[in-house]
């Protein structure tokens, strides 16, 4: 539970660049990351919870699931997952490949079983020889589905923000206020948590560190996975890139301004009172970690089989 020492913060936090060329792994991961069939409506895809055009999230406090149910908590952007401690609020999965599985049989996501996407995938003769270029062999597996998606997932990176150049010398890179807002988030102490190359995601941190933070959100955080009672609302530091586009926020998304996330923070985890104008100032320098997001090509998916099985989404799953 402990955090990063604040002074890891000094240190250029760049996330690193993917490699120009696409490996047939990653382009299969491409494919499926934009596939509804894998999910059992045929209607849901990995991008309807983690949008590639809106900094990888829905902007919803919790995702449409399967068959219109309401999701269970806020869905996290998926730009620069790969660097963070785990995956997920409660860090159930270590990987990005073993984090890809888990949203395609919730039954309140994507309401598919393992069985269920193997079987679609595996009826569409055009991608075989994907899996084929991707893995020697055209055998579709659930691990080879999430394998692709992990690699394409690890792509969705963006190094170039301003305060990544402002970092590596560019003092023209962001401005005055922008400075004054990352002086006051280091003078309190808010890089404990929000450190590495995220700022966030590298520790489980009390929501509520100095007074309870008061939610009608049923999850305990890293208590729900654990399933200890010292870990009760624990929950994964979220990753502040981009955080300008990733609202709402918090795990239960209740708050959807960054002036007032920023207040809330300050009260819970630091008991302090920011001034409305150390807000704006922090609120600024946060802007400053928006990045260039990823480019990504829509891919043309193939079409059905003859044995492709057919979704029903008005259907409810057993």
Same mark, same amino acid.
């Given at each position: 539970m402990s955090c990063i020492p604040c002074s890891a913060q000094t240190e250029v936090n760049i996330p690193r660049s993917p490699s120009a060329q696409e490996t047939p792994m990653q382009e299969l991961g491409r494919m499926l990351w934009f596939d509804p069939r894998l999910s059992r409506s045929g209607f849901i895809s990995c991008n309807s919870c983690h949008n590639l055009s809106t900094g990888g999230v829905d902007n919803l406090k919790t995702s449409v699931g399967d068959y219109w149910q309401q999701g269970p908590i806020n869905s996290p952007t998926v730009l620069n997952a790969e660097h963070q401690v785990a995956q997920f609020w409660? /860090?159930?999965?270590? @990987?990005?490949?073993? %984090?890809? /599985? /888990?949203? #395609? @049989? *919730?039954?309140?996501?994507?309401?598919?079983?393992?069985e269920l996407a193997v079987t679609v995938i595996d009826s569409i003769p055009g991608y075989k020889p994907y899996f084929r270029k991707a893995f020697g062999t055209d055998e579709v597996t659930f691990d080879r589905i999430t394998a692709s998606i992990g690699a394409f997932e690890k792509t969705l990176v963006t190094p170039d923000y301003p305060f990544a150049r402002y970092m590596k010398g560019d003092r023209n890179a962001i401005s005055e206020q922008q400075i004054r807002g990352w002086e006051t988030f280091k003078k309190y102490r808010c890089v404990t948590c929000h450190s590495g190359p995220n700022y966030g995601g590298k520790s489980f941190q009390k929501m509520g560190a100095v007074k309870d933070y008061e939610t009608t959100n049923p999850s305990l955080g890293r208590a729900d996975f654990t399933k200890r009672d010292r870990d009760r609302m624990f929950f994964k530091v979220p990753i502040l890139l981009n955080i300008e586009l990733t609202y709402p926020y918090f795990h239960d998304g209740a708050v959807s301004s960054l002036p007032e996330a920023v207040k809330i923070m300050g009260e819970l985890q630091l008991e302090r009172s920011f001034s409305p104008e150390q807000i704006a100032d922090i609120v600024a320098w946060l802007?400053?970690? @928006? /990045? !260039? %997001?990823?480019? #990504?090509?829509?891919? !043309?998916?193939?079409? *059905?089989?003859?044995l492709t099985p057919i979704a029903e989404?008005? %259907?409810?799953? *057993?």
């Open positions: 409660d /860090g159930r999965a270590s @990987t990005l490949e073993e %984090q890809a /599985g /888990g949203p #395609i @049989t *919730n039954s309140k996501e994507m309401g598919a079983t393992h802007k400053s970690l @928006t /990045g !260039k %997001q990823p480019e #990504i090509v829509l891919p !043309k998916l193939p079409p *059905n089989g003859p989404p008005w %259907q409810k799953s *057993n």
